[in-house]
Every structure is written in C-alpha cells, then in structure tokens.
C-alpha cells in the first residue's frame, strides 16, 4: 500500500508503526454551524480510507476532535444571546445527523476542546519551560524562530512564510508568524484558570494535545483538508515535536479543493451550500457516490450534472443489487452451472483490481469503476434467458456488497422492511390479479406508486423497489 505523504511530496510505502494497527487523527469541525459541502469531503474520503484499512485486516483507531470553544463558536452564542457550550452541544448533533446521513461512522473517540483544558495547560507549560513559548500579557504565543524546521510540511522557509503573511507584529508578540496558544479571557468569554492568567486555548494547541493523549506522541496517519496544511498542520507539527522531542507523525494525508460550478464556494457568491441543503435536494448517498468518483488528492467541482450523474450511477448500482437479492430469493434453487462457476471464479480478479486502486494512494475513483465493472458483468451472467440459480445469485450479490461496503455504499435505503400496509397493499393486488379483477389490481399498483413503490412482474413473482 503506498500513499502519498504531504510532508515528503512522494509516494512511500506504508508501513504502521505497531504492525497490524493503524493510528489516525483526523481534524474535526468548529461546532457553530451545520457543515457544508467542502466539510463533507474529507468526512468522506477518511472515513472510506479507514474502512478500507480494516477491509485489509488492521485494527484501526480512529480520533476526530471537535473544537467546542474558538472565536466563532463564542460569536454564534453571542449572536443567539446564549452560551458556547449550548452552540457547540446543538451543532454536534447536527454534525452526528448529517454523517449518518453520509454513511460516516463514528470515529472511535470524539474528543472536545474542553474536556482537555488541563492537558491542554500542562501541554503549554511544557512548551514554556523548554523555551519554545513566552507569556505576553496574559497571552501565550510559540515562538517559530526557536523551531529550526517550521514550514516543512508546507515547504517553505519561515522567511518565506514571513514574507507571504498578511500578519503584522503585535504589540504583545515577538514576531509576525507567532502564534497563539492561549488567548487572555476578554470580558463575555469563556475562561480557564491558569498558571500565566485566565483564558481559553488557541486553536492549533488542542489537536497537538488530543492526537498524544489518545494516540500516542506518535502516530501513524494525520487526515484533513489542503486548507490546513498551513498553518493549522505546520503549528501543530512545531508544538508537537518541539514538546515531545520525537516525530508527530509518519503520514500526513490532505485531500484536493471543492469549487461549486468551477469557482470557490462562498457566502458573497451566492453559491454556499450546507450538507443538508444538498441531502434535501440530491440525498445523502447521492454525496458520498459523487465524493468518491474522485481521486481523493484532485480538486472536485460540485455541479448540478455531476450530482445527477452521481445519483444515476447509485440507481444503477442499487438496482442491480435489488434484482440480485430478489433472484437470491426466488430463482431455482439448483445447483451452480458450469458457466455460474466460471463467472464466480473471476471473483478473485475484481477484487484484486479493487485493491491494487486503493492501495495505489487511495484511488477511489478506480475502485469504483472496477464496482460497477463487476455489477455490469453480474447483470449480464444473471439475465433472465440465462435461468440463474440461487445460489449464483447469492454469490453475486455477496460479492457486489463487499466491494460497496468498503466504500460505504448501499447503505441508504433499506430494501428489505417494506410496512405492513405497503405489503398488505402489494397482497391484496396478487388477489386481485388471481381473481381477474384487473382493474382493482391496476388501481392497487398506482396507489403504490403513489406511495414511491414501484412493482415489476416477473416470472419468479412480483419485484417491487422504491421509486
């Protein structure tokens, strides 16, 4: 498995630090809104990777902080005239709402900024003692001069960096590229005791601190997007390792921009859309099919087509699986034939397909056209002149599953549990066809078509999707 590392600019081959586990910090949301479509790319992406990961047999940890306390947070509250805790409680929920949505797993912890105040103070205090912070009313700011490596990930010299920043020196920091680790309380604020005066964290420190405490000082894979590499990465690289005195981190891995109809997504422009915008307009597994129909590290354009486009490819897809499972549950149940044995014997070849493109730096894009490579053939070999059998069925849909599964599609309708006045509908209409009365049994079917089920009479029987 080979994967490309921001830090390095190349490809290398992965190699975990504890053979068979994999240790991942991914950079969560600021928690005073719903998260909108850019958000929910690298959500996505990182969390097919990890899928994937356990798919080739690792035991995967998996962290993705919150950060609950931060300038917006605090001026969504003040808009709403509430606290930060009851912003930040409110869009996590809604955080957790639309993941689901997406199919993202829970990471395996969720920490927040807040439940490490005091690691987050220690952690300073450290940065302190060694000399690479200083106190300056009430604030306390790293000093980047004492951090001979700062700008590697984003490679370029802190001169350079100085050069390019729109940061004029403070009265109360040393240099412009200084950064904040603790931020003196402001009258209305949030604050937290501590040995240099009351305060709040700045942003960078608390992934530093959440990623060694639930993770290790270091770790295998740092997620997230281009955005962060700087400064976000770069601050969390120079505390991390001017603390602990050993690398941060191995891999550090940043996904490619989002434009909306090829521009930059913004507010001004009329064309910013939230997660659940989008879910109400295209669906949820619609997103996800269209975030995976490229390479992770590409920039990706969110159009109208490209989402439509997305969804057919999901109809496809779904379609398929649903004839698969009405075949695995009604078609003879005979033996395989010769010809069924030798298409499933090809299993083998899509799967090896599928894992050369994610092990080739995560192509998800490649993998997804070796999916649907394999659902076309599968059509085909199960046609109804070919007089499938069960189990042969079976085996195609288990296959198709699999791969799905790894990308985390297939997950949004539940085919399986229609209720019971649908099904009651669907048997008075079989009643109906046996009686000859053909005109109930026509009202019946557009009463359900009504209702968003679709029925397609076959020779096994009646086969019904939703529409």
Not at 47 to 55: A, S
Not at 238 to 266: P, T
Request: proline letters at 4%; aromatic letters at 12%.
């Amino acid at each position: 498995m080979k994967i490309y590392n921001t830090l390095t600019r190349k490809k290398e081959e992965f190699v975990p630090i504890t053979k068979g586990e994999v240790k991942i910090y991914t950079c969560g949301p600021t928690v005073y809104n719903f998260i909108h479509v850019g958000n929910a790319r690298p959500i996505i992406l990182f969390d097919t990777f990890r899928r994937y990961l356990e798919y080739r047999g690792y035991k995967v940890t998996f962290v993705q902080n919150f950060t609950d306390v931060d300038d917006k947070v605090i001026g969504k509250a003040n808009e709403e005239g509430t606290t930060y805790d009851k912003i930040a409680e409110r869009y996590i929920g809604e955080y957790f709402a639309d993941a689901h949505g997406l199919g993202v797993r829970d990471a395996d912890i969720h920490p927040k900024a807040t439940e490490n105040i005091e690691e987050i103070i220690a952690f300073i205090q450290g940065l302190i003692d060694k000399g690479y912070a200083y106190v300056s009313e009430g604030d306390v700011y790293y000093s980047t001069e004492q951090f001979p490596e700062y700008g590697k990930l984003s490679h370029q010299p802190l001169e350079d960096l100085e050069a390019g920043a729109r940061v004029g020196v403070s009265e109360s920091k040393r240099a412009p590229m200084d950064f904040a680790l603790w931020k003196a309380a402001k009258p209305g604020e949030p604050a937290w005791d501590a040995p240099w005066g009351r305060g709040r964290p700045g942003w960078h420190i608390e992934c530093s601190v959440m990623a060694g405490r639930y993770l290790g000082e270091t770790i295998d894979i740092h997620c997230g997007g281009q955005d962060l590499i700087f400064p976000h990465h770069e601050n969390e690289i120079a505390q991390s390792e001017a603390h602990n005195g050993c690398d941060f981190v191995h891999y550090w891995m940043h996904n490619g921009f989002l434009s909306i109809d090829n521009r930059k997504m913004s507010k001004s422009l009329g064309n910013f859309f939230t997660v659940r915008e989008a879910a109400g307009a295209y669906g949820y597994e619609t997103i996800r099919m269209f975030m995976l129909s490229a390479h992770y590290r590409s920039p990706l354009n969110y159009s109208e087509e490209s989402l439509m486009q997305a969804k057919a490819a999901l109809d496809r897809l779904y379609t398929a699986a649903d004839n698969l499972k009405f075949l695995s549950e009604t078609a003879p149940d005979l033996p395989k034939t010769p010809e069924e044995t030798a298409f499933t014997d090809t299993f083998g070849g899509y799967r090896a397909r599928f894992i050369d493109a994610m092990d080739d730096d995560f192509n998800t894009a490649d993998a997804v056209s070796v999916l649907f490579e394999l659902v076309r053939a599968a059509n085909a070999a199960t046609a109804q002149e070919n007089k499938p059998t069960r189990g042969f069925a079976a085996e195609c849909l288990a296959m198709v599953r699999e791969l799905a599964d790894v990308l985390g599609l297939l997950y949004g309708r539940n085919e399986n549990s229609l209720d019971d006045e649908v099904e009651a509908l669907i048997e008075a209409r079989q009643a109906a066809r046996k009686a000859k009365n053909f005109r109930e049994a026509d009202r019946i079917r557009d009463q359900l078509k009504e209702m968003g089920i679709l029925l397609e009479d076959t020779p096994q029987g009646v086969k019904w999707k939703k529409a």
